[in-house]
């Protein structure tokens, strides 16, 4: 049986600083048959012409360039391209080690309920220098969480299952739709969310890829992060999918989130002249 075609899913937007650095450790896997979709979201640095240089080098690469939609519109426009069996997603500044791609279809195979395969990451800063793993702050079922769990776990615990090491079937994809053009911030939280209560989930505690952190990142810059967590909660409350415990959750969180933006901004008038 030949192996399947896995999509690498790169969105870029003005990522020129990390750019080479994620696509070279795409190019580095020990997996071979793979293409490398990216997408260009009108970036007005030097990211296109990086990306025109590693397209003419390497015939795996497929590039896109168009105006700027934001990230959740780049996101749908590369799935509609992607021809893989399986998508693997990593964003401009982020790393993949060199066995995710094969790991990731390993525990894919050992599971083959699971519609979306993730593992542990590394957060890493500007230099590369880890600063700590991601799932350690999570408790998790082992290596398999089923659907409506791994729906509801989402929105209980916060969005374990990060971006970096995101692996999700075609057939997941299909069933999920798009990602919502109103999160900006938290489109892959959102997508992930409910991708929970159509799929099952499995992961591996290995690391398998690292998120950067850095100050220009959209997650620190973004103003609206508050605010746009709660409409995805309140959503949520509104739904017909989480438990009712889980809502019960949700309406504390809301609160908090709520409570602690007024004492922030109260904390900020105090402090200007």
């Known amino acids: 049986?030949?192996?399947?075609?896995?999509?690498?899913?790169?969105?870029?937007?003005?990522?020129?600083?990390?750019?080479?650095?994620?696509?070279?450790?795409?190019?580095?896997?020990?997996?071979?048959?793979?293409?490398?979709?990216?997408?260009?979201?009108?970036?007005?640095?030097?990211?296109?012409?990086?990306?025109?240089?590693?397209?003419?080098?390497?015939?795996?690469?497929?590039?896109?360039?168009?105006?700027h939609?934001?990230?959740?519109?780049?996101?749908?426009?590369?799935?509609?391209?992607?021809?893989?069996?399986?998508?693997?997603?990593?964003?401009?500044?982020?790393?993949?080690?060199?066995?995710?791609?094969?790991?990731?279809?390993?525990?894919?195979?050992?599971?083959?309920?699971?519609?979306?395969?993730f593992s542990n990451v590394n957060q890493v800063n500007e230099s590369d220098d880890v600063i700590s793993d991601y799932l350690s702050i999570f408790a998790l079922p082992e290596h398999l969480i089923r659907r409506e769990h791994a729906g509801n776990l989402l929105l209980r615990l916060g969005c374990f299952s990060a971006s970096a090491s995101c692996f999700i079937k075609r057939d997941t994809v299909l069933a999920v739709g798009a990602f919502d053009e109103l999160f900006p911030y938290s489109c892959d939280y959102d997508y992930f969310i409910r991708a929970g209560f159509e799929v099952d989930?499995?992961?591996?505690?290995?690391?398998?890829?690292?998120?950067?952190?850095?100050?220009?990142?959209a997650t620190a810059t973004y103003g609206r992060k508050g605010s746009e967590v709660r409409s995805l909660y309140w959503r949520n409350c509104r739904g017909r999918n989480a438990s009712i415990s889980t809502k019960t959750v949700l309406l504390g969180k809301i609160f908090r989130s709520f409570v602690g933006d007024i004492v922030r901004k109260t904390r900020r008038s105090f402090r200007s002249p």
Not at 29 to 35: A, G, K, P, R, T
């Open 1 to 67: 049986m030949n192996p399947p075609l896995i999509t690498i899913a790169v969105c870029s937007f003005n990522g020129e600083r990390y750019l080479e650095k994620t696509l070279n450790s795409v190019l580095a896997q020990d997996y071979s048959n793979f293409e490398v979709v990216v997408v260009d979201d009108g970036s007005s640095d030097d990211t296109v012409s990086i990306i025109k240089r590693f397209a003419d080098r390497h015939s795996c690469i497929r590039p896109f360039f168009r105006s």
């Open 69 to 117: 939609h934001g990230l959740p519109a780049s996101r749908n426009f590369l799935f509609t391209q992607a021809r893989g069996e399986w998508i693997a997603i990593i964003d401009q500044d982020d790393l993949c080690y060199p066995t995710r791609l094969s790991r990731e279809l390993e525990l894919a195979q050992r599971y083959p309920t699971a519609g979306l395969v």
């Open 201 to 217: 989930f499995a992961y591996t505690k290995d690391t398998l890829a690292a998120w950067r952190r850095h100050a220009e990142q």
